[in-house]
Structure formats: C-alpha cells, structure tokens
C-alpha cells in the first residue's frame, strides 16, 4: 500500500473558491488575516463585504442565491471543518427544497429566508435572512452543490411547518389590523399609539413578510411538494425520500393532525397503495393463483366483525396486507389495523405481510411466498362471511 502525504490546509484563494468567496473570520484568521485588514476591506468602497456577524464576502457587488446560502451554512457552522463540509449546521426547508430542484417551491433566487438545522447546544441567534432551528437529534447532511443540507423528508416536513406558521402569524396580523380598525385607532395602528403619530413597522425574522410563506399553502402545492419528495424532481427522476421517511418527519413534526397536509397524505398513500396491490395481483397471476378478492369484509357467522384485508382467498383462507403499518396514522388507526390482523390469525387466516419496497426490489421472492402460502393455505379455519368492498 502506499503512503500519501497528508494535503495542507488549502490556502485563503483555494478555500474562496470552494465556498464561492463567502469565508468566515476563523478562515480568515487562520490564514495570517488580521482582524485590522478584515475591518479596513470591509470598508465602504472596499473590495470585501460583510454578510452576516463573522462572515464575508470577498468580493463587491450582491451575492449571489449560491453565495447567500453559503454564507447562512458558514454562520451557523462557525466552529466546521475547513474543508467547507459544514459539520454542526444544515440548510433545511425552502431553501434545500430550492437547492433539490424542486418545481413546486420558488426557485433560488426568490427564496428570502434560510432555514438552517443546528445541534440543540449550540448558541446561536437569527441574523439577516438566516433562521435558526434547533434540533435535539443527530444531523445528517446530503451534499448538494456543494453545501450541506438536511435529507429531502426532513426539508419537506421544516418548509411546510415554516409555511403554516407563516400563514397563521399572517392571520393573525390581519386580525389585529381589522380589530383596530374597528376600535377607530386606523389600520394597522396599536390602539395605544395616539392618533397622527406614524409607526415604524418592526418585524422578527420568524413573522416578517421576508419570512412568510413562499408559496401560499394549498392544496395544488401540497400535494406537488409531497409528490416531488417521494417520486423525484424533474432534474433528478431519484426519489428524494420513502413514502415511510417523509411520513415519519411529518409525524415528528405534528404535522399529520394538519387536516390539509394529513388529506394530501392519504392520496400519496392511496396512490401507492394501488400499484402495490396492483403488483400483488400481478404476481399472484404469473404463479396462476385465482384472483384474490380486493378489500373485503369478513365477519364471523353472527355477524361479528373481523377484518377488512387488502387481498384475501376464500378458498384458502389466505390475507395479504401490505404496508398496513403505513397507512396507519394515528396511533389508534394502529391498533385498530392490528386488532383485525390479530383476530384474522386467531380465527385460522394465513396473513402474508408486505411491503412495496420488498415487492419492488424482491418480485420472486414475493410470487414464490405468496404461491407457498395459499398451497398451505389457513388452519383450522373458522367459517367466515364475506362482503366484498
């Protein structure tokens, strides 16, 4: 094996052009910079800018989107790696989504505030465009153009809790607005600021327009962004993320008791459901099983009710669910999913339990279970009274 002498530290020209000319005063300062030669370029008419505490351009001229994001992942990543990798900070929400390629969020440029993931210890405040968010969970970092930003699931569950809050905190300004109104102080004017004198509007960076939502939430966007996540950009026809990942950041996020988000949730799910069946009963063919009965309602003979499977053979009793856990949202839709596989097994039902990435990546190894399965067939099985749905 051979040995490779260990690179230097690259030097302040190499490090500029791998963060597009955005540096931190660390980098500076470990470079031979000295504080008195980073305050007289930033000078009015200097060649240097600063862009956010500690950070700067070293250039004239607006930044660039690219150049504005690295300087959001170099704030917040002060004490990273000097070779621009960024450990301790992430960009999330919009902006990653920007930065993805995604078609249903604005594109870079129009993007006004970025999100950035931090560790819970870290002490950091907002500044400028930048809006820190806090995490008590491990980071992960998908590099994309070179900077670092949280997985695609992630990013979708902070920008569309980042919308919604910016429509409620812009609800809520209206509100006031219309009630003060009404008490006769005028528009927009608390009602213990006396009258004729002007108010300067102050907004924090959480609730200011700059920082509302990008896209007005609806249902049209919604669904697009959920989509992009689980099916691809048009840049990048690789799925961003499983439909089980994006559920499980939403879920983290409290975003699945949202009534509009939990809808668009339930047509990604049933949209996915189908083809999985679909291919189910495919592969159920190809092994020249029957056709199985699609969602069906067993009850015993007494009218009791059991279960309402995905796919179920009379003539064998045998069930296929798949993705069951899935579908589930609440913790109660759980159990009640589960009581009914409990009962369908108590009862002699054989239950083959799937899943769509196991039926994607293993289609023989499906067919071959499945085909097993129904010559075993159900034991002792109990009569049950069919309604197909």
Do not use: K
Request: hydrophobic residues 45%; glycine residues 8%.
């Amino acid at each position: 094996m051979s040995y490779q002498i260990p690179s230097s530290v690259p030097s302040l020209e190499e490090l500029a052009r791998r963060q597009q000319n955005v540096i931190t005063a660390s980098q500076l300062r470990a470079r031979g910079v000295p504080s008195r030669v980073v305050s007289e370029h930033c000078r009015r008419g200097g060649p240097w800018q600063r862009l956010l505490p500690r950070v700067y351009l070293l250039q004239t001229g607006a930044p660039t989107p690219e150049q504005r994001m690295w300087a959001a992942l170099l704030y917040a990543a002060q004490n990273g790696r000097e070779t621009g990798s960024r450990e301790g900070a992430v960009i999330t929400g919009a902006a990653a989504l920007a930065l993805y390629g995604f078609t249903a969020v604005p594109r870079l440029p129009a993007v006004t505030g970025v999100q950035v993931l931090v560790p819970r210890q870290r002490r950091l405040r907002d500044a400028g465009d930048v809006r820190i968010q806090r995490t008590a969970r491990e980071l992960e970092a998908h590099e994309v153009h070179g900077l670092a930003c949280a997985p695609v699931a992630r990013a979708v569950a902070d920008a569309l809790r980042e919308w919604i809050d910016g429509e409620a905190a812009a609800e809520a300004e209206r509100a006031e607005q219309c009630a003060a109104e009404a008490s006769g102080t005028g528009a927009g004017q608390p009602a213990s600021q006396p009258a004729g004198q002007s108010v300067s509007q102050s907004v924090s960076p959480a609730t200011g327009p700059s920082a509302g939502p990008a896209v007005r939430l609806e249902p049209r966007a919604l669904r697009s962004v959920l989509r992009e996540a689980v099916a691809g950009t048009a840049a990048d026809a690789q799925p961003g993320c499983t439909l089980a990942e994006l559920i499980a950041e939403l879920r983290e996020a409290h975003l699945i008791e949202v009534p509009r988000v939990r809808a668009a949730v339930d047509e990604l799910l049933a949209a996915e459901r189908e083809s999985a069946l679909l291919s189910v009963i495919e592969l159920a063919a190809a092994e020249l099983l029957p056709a199985p009965l699609v969602g069906p309602e067993l009850r015993m003979r007494g009218g009791t009710f059991v279960a309402v499977p995905d796919l179920y053979w009379p003539q064998a009793g045998v069930a296929v669910e798949v993705d069951s856990e899935l579908r589930c949202v609440s913790e109660g839709e759980q159990a009640w999913v589960r009581a009914g596989q409990h009962r369908m097994e108590y009862l002699g039902v054989r239950v083959v339990y799937l899943d769509a990435e196991r039926l994607a990546g293993e289609p023989a190894a499906v067919a071959e279970q499945l085909r097993q399965t129904f010559l075993v067939g159900g034991a002792d099985l109990v009569e049950l009274l069919l309604s197909e749905g």
